[in-house]
């Protein structure tokens, strides 16, 4: 799928990578790149508000240029006021207010331990050093822009699918497991969800060598014959709780690759064994 950096509601909608967003990109307008007014009138169309962890309502409000005081820088603002700072015609703060809204609590979480890790970092802790926690800022910033939930059945056959996952067996994953991994296969039994903005920015222009940053979780078997609509509130809520525990995401290590364009009809290209021996996408493996 070819796409440029122009507004065209309608190629998203039928773009499988845009998946996770249809359900929020359906109540925008076909013609016009969105602007601040229409973010903020879909949080207001919600049946209850997003807040964030500090109950603050949230809102996406036009960025402020220079140097600017701990409270109004990004992560704090967000926390505290429940302000994100959003430029006007811009792709990147355009799809992440989009993930806001179809993942409300996940990044309610991510922006909780943002400030948290901000907040203590010229405190006393005997327990969590500063390099710890620029760590664990680290990973939800990887999450945060290149993360991609990706979803297995508990069952036997999703906990074989997510050891190929880790030990990147692509093609066993990819091909000779195809229909487990198929999006909507009577056999599915992993799925892959983009939840990171700059990731979905990516796929503006998909390319071979996008990569994004899997975050597994384990979903019940049922979770694949569910509408989008219930699978997505699901991961939001699952995930949200799993960055509850702070022992979750504390290093980039917490996190699989992901080579995006090996998803079964993800792309026209990866619908033969042979495309993936490219080893220079479909790598072999971290050393060390």
């Known amino acids: 799928m070819k796409q440029t950096s122009e507004w065209n509601r309608d190629a998203l909608l039928q773009s499988p990578l845009f998946a996770p967003l249809h359900p929020i990109l359906v109540d925008l307008k076909a013609g016009d790149f969105p602007m601040l007014q229409d973010c903020n009138a879909l949080l207001a169309a919600r049946p209850s508000p997003i807040c964030t962890q500090s109950d603050m309502p949230l809102r996406f409000v036009p960025q402020e240029c220079g140097k600017l005081a701990f409270e109004a820088q990004y992560e704090p603002r967000c926390y505290l006021k429940g302000e994100v700072p959003t430029r006007a015609g811009n792709w990147h703060d355009l799809l992440n207010a989009l993930v806001w809204l179809t993942f409300p609590k996940t990044k309610a979480a991510i922006n909780a331990r943002h400030y948290d890790a901000l907040t203590k970092e010229g405190a006393a802790d005997e327990v969590v050093t500063s390099s710890e926690r620029g760590a664990v800022r680290d990973v939800n910033t990887l999450l945060d822009e290149s993360g991609v939930i ?139």
Not at 162 to 184: C, D, I
Not at 195 to 215: A, S
Not at 229 to 256: F, G, M, N, V, W
């Open 150 to 288: 990706v979803a297995y059945s508990n069952a036997n056959s999703g906990v074989e699918l997510a050891g190929l996952l880790r030990n990147f067996k692509w093609k066993e994953l990819f091909w000779q497991r195809r229909e487990q991994v198929r999006p909507q296969s009577s056999q599915q039994a992993m799925g892959f969800y983009i939840f990171g903005h700059g990731l979905y920015e990516k796929t503006l222009q998909p390319y071979v060598g996008m990569t994004g940053q899997g975050l597994l979780l384990a979903v019940v078997p049922e979770f694949f014959t569910w509408p989008l609509a219930k699978r997505l509130a699901y991961l939001d809520s699952l995930l949200a709780e799993h960055l509850a525990t702070p022992q979750h995401c504390r290093c980039t290590r917490d996190l699989s690759p992901v080579p995006l364009l090996g998803v079964p009809g993800w792309t026209d290209d990866n619908d033969n064994a042979a495309y993936y021996d490219n080893t220079a996408y479909f790598r072999p493996g971290r050393r060390g």
